[in-house]
């Protein structure tokens, strides 16, 4: 009794049914594998079967491994290579089985789910937009490892394989059928029959690459010329690209390199070596934990508070049709609710639309959105300056300007509007929720939306909680963000909440590294380096300089506690002496080109003197990373996070902490709780008390442990 699979033959065509009753999708198990190796043993014994068909009862044919089960079980690399040994051997039996076997895929076929495919002799695909292939496991940190890096270059071409390996994208069933990845694309009702036709015509289930002679195109034994210099400029590109934080890409060259050149049995041995040791490594745990299983959590709701019936927002009322308005408006009209954009002027809340149009335009050009799509998302935005417009909204969303005497003023005009069960939102990324929330009559049902710019194309949405805010309104705003297809956060109140907090101090201390003397283009690089997308030097220059320094002497007059950083004197510098204020004034640490282009300002080794002897690169880009993860760990220690999965998805998909980490506090286990804390606190013996661990991390660092993921 087989519990994954059903058979059936007829005709001398035995048909393999994948069929997994514990999940809605196929993917790879040990239980599965020790499966499909019955039956092809079964089937390769057996004369009367006379080809074979790999077909699925689920939507899609098959996903890859089963990424939670990876995450569970830990691996060192002779237990991966192991783990990594048993697909691989499979895969190799259905190939070698002496029958023609087709991949008879109705629906997606990604990772080891593609990697089966690709050991059948013939693949073939539903016409169905949905029904992509490909191999992503490299946005896992991972490689293909069961015979991908190996049969599909020998198969569609070295060149064309490192595309699909290397990018991870998923290919539509046209797109598949160029590039050689499936064979032939059928109607759904159509490819079990078009399967059982071909294995009619007797075809040979012998594969290229096991006969006798095979070469790549690329290689008659060496590499030619041509082949090495492409490889060259390739690890140039990657390196460039990745530095040393993403084993994945290189090891996949690696593999492709090495592989070409050996037969195909050998190349199978070198993949699985390569991907036993990115197994072990802590980037792809890293990776998965964050991006795939702590995301995937966050998207189903895992912080919604229980008891509360799911709510859905027919029509949502936007206060301010500035940059993030537009972009809050565009995003629910997008997903079907109705918009009020209201804003003080009619020509400001039309030009808050014009933002919508300017979007859906260009996906109509692309040919991503039909014209009556784009109509009908437009249709749902209503400009208005009437604050009686509200009448019939189910959320107020409040994104005006930056300060707590307007942002009061538009909730004294809202809310008299409004119905009495109304949830009212202010998009802040600074002001406090609890202070706010002291303008609205019901503090209950008020609660921080902190939206990311531009909204259209940032997942994060920060939900921030205020003392007062009711369990009931969290449910409703999370279902809010659920509509909106994005990721929410849940943090509890505080100056700066989570995101802009932590985020302040990467600009922070860049600037103290300025300071100290560190040359501006050490700091820039090394920040690169890191796996940050930009230095905190432009980063800086892109909000403006004055922003900081004000958010600085605003926290100078409401908390008597609060003790401005030494990088004040560097903002002061640049904006009060200098008037360097960043890009919007013409330039800031950098000086600005009519032509687009950038560079460091040329005058600031002058106002700040570059030292004689500089860190090393390790140094600064500790100091630049460190500092972030400290400060997630001191808003995990006080309170405002509550879980530190928000943690690393907040810093992850909020301000791009480097995905490698897997965000601010799985760095800290990265590193090793207590050899964080010994560098923590060499960090602040040489340049001060903001690297001095937290009390918490002291604990966990004596007990050799870490933080608490359940």
């Known amino acids: 009794m087989t519990k994954y699979l059903h058979r059936a033959i007829a005709d001398g065509i035995l048909t393999i049914t994948l069929d997994n009753p514990d999940a809605a999708v196929n993917t790879v198990s040990p239980t599965w594998i020790d499966e499909i190796v019955a039956a092809f043993e079964e089937a390769k014994a057996d004369d009367a079967v006379t080809g074979i068909i790999i077909a699925s009862a689920k939507p899609g044919f098959m996903a890859g491994a089963d990424l939670r089960f990876i ?55 539903v016409d169905d937009p949905k029904a992509v292939v490909g191999l992503p496991e490299v946005n896992f940190g991972l490689l293909p490892g069961s015979g991908g890096t190996q049969r599909l270059p020998r198969l569609i071409g070295l060149q064309k394989a490192a ?25 759904k009702e159509e490819v079990l029959e078009a399967a059982r036709v071909w294995l ?26 041509a082949t090495a210099n492409w490889f060259t400029g390739q690890t140039g590109k990657l390196r460039a690209k990745y530095g040393d934080n993403f084993p994945a890409p290189i090891s996949i060259l690696t593999c492709l390199f090495e592989g070409m050149q050996v ?149 004294a005009k809202a809310q ?6 109304v ?23 008020f609660i921080g939306l902190h939206f990311f710019s531009p909204v259209d194309r940032m997942a994060l949405v920060e939900v921030i909680m205020g003392r007062k805010t009711k369990p009931e309104t969290l449910a409703r705003a999370l279902d809010f963000v659920g509509q909106l297809r994005k990721t929410p956060i849940v943090v509890n109140d505080s100056r700066g909440f989570y995101t802009s907090r932590v985020f302040q101090t990467f600009i922070h201390e860049g600037m103290e590294l300025l300071r100290d003397g560190v040359a501006p283009a050490l700091i820039e690089n090394a920040a690169r380096q890191a796996g940050m997308p930009v230095g905190p030097l432009a980063v800086i220059d892109e909000t403006t300089i ?93 309170g405002v996070l509550a879980h530190p999965a928000d943690g690393d998805l907040g810093s992850v998909y909020g301000w791009s902490f480097p995905s490698w980490t897997g965000g601010t506090l799985s760095l800290i286990e990265t590193v090793g709780v207590s050899r964080f804390v010994a560098e923590c606190d060499r960090l602040a013996q040489r340049y001060g008390e903001r690297f001095k661990p937290t009390n918490q991390l002291r604990k966990m660092a004596a007990a050799g442990g870490g933080f608490d993921w359940g």
Not at 163 to 187: F, H, N, Q, R, T
Not at 202 to 218: I, L, N
Not at 423 to 443: G, W
């Open 71 to 125: 995450l569970d079980n830990p691996m060192d690399a002779l237990t991966a290579f192991a783990f990594g040994g048993r697909a691989t051997e499979m895969h190799r039996l259905i190939e070698t089985c002496g029958k023609p076997v087709v991949a008879a895929m109705t629906g997606f076929a990604l990772g080891g789910g593609y990697e089966l495919a690709l050991a059948c002799t013939r693949r073939l695909l």
């Open 163 to 187: 595309e699909v390996l290397l990018s991870g994208a998923s290919y539509a069933p046209a797109d598949a059928l160029k590039l050689g990845l499936i064979d032939e694309v059928w109607p």
């Open 200 to 225: 009619a015509t007797g075809p040979d289930p012998v594969r290229p690459w096991d006969r006798k002679g095979f070469a790549f195109p690329e290689s008659d034994g060496l590499l030619k010329q």
């Open 263 to 411: 037969p195909f049995d050998k190349g199978l041995l070198i993949e699985r070596r390569h991907f036993a040791r990115l197994m072990a490594d802590p980037v792809a745990r890293n990776i998965i934990r964050t991006t795939f299983v702590n995301k995937g959590l966050a998207d189903k709701g895992a912080r919604r508070p229980a008891g509360t019936p799911k709510a859905t927002v027919a029509k949502v009322a936007v206060l301010g049709a500035g940059m993030m308005g537009a972009g809050i408006a565009y995003s629910a009209a997008k997903v079907g609710i109705e918009v009020v954009l209201l804003d003080t002027t009619f020509t400001a809340a039309e030009r808050g639309k014009a933002y919508s149009r300017k979007l859906v335009a260009k996906q109509v050009d692309r040919g991503t959105l039909m014209p009556d799509k784009a109509a009908a998302l437009l249709g749902r935005i209503t400009p208005t300056t009437d604050y009686a417009d509200l009448a019939d909204v189910d959320l107020v969303v409040e994104a005006v300007f930056e300060d707590t005497a307007i942002k009061a003023d538009v909730i």
């Open 416 to 421: 008299p509007m409004i119905g009495k069960t």
């Open 423 to 445: 949830l009212f939102a202010s998009n802040t990324s600074t002001l406090p929720i609890s202070q706010l929330a002291e303008s609205f009559v019901r503090p209950g049902d």
């Open 546 to 638: 004055e922003l900081p320094l004000q958010i600085v002497r605003q926290t100078e007059q409401e908390d008597s506690a609060f003790r401005r950083p030494n990088s004040t004197e560097v903002m002061e510098k640049m904006v009060d002496v200098l008037g360097r204020i960043g890009r919007k004034s013409g330039g800031g640490f950098y000086e600005y080109q009519d032509h687009g282009g950038k560079r460091l300002w040329r005058k600031l080794g002058e106002h700040f003197p570059v030292a004689g002897k500089q860190p090393p690169v390790k140094e600064v880009v500790n100091r630049l990373l460190y500092i972030q993860a400290l400060e997630a760990a001191r808003c995990l220690d006080e």
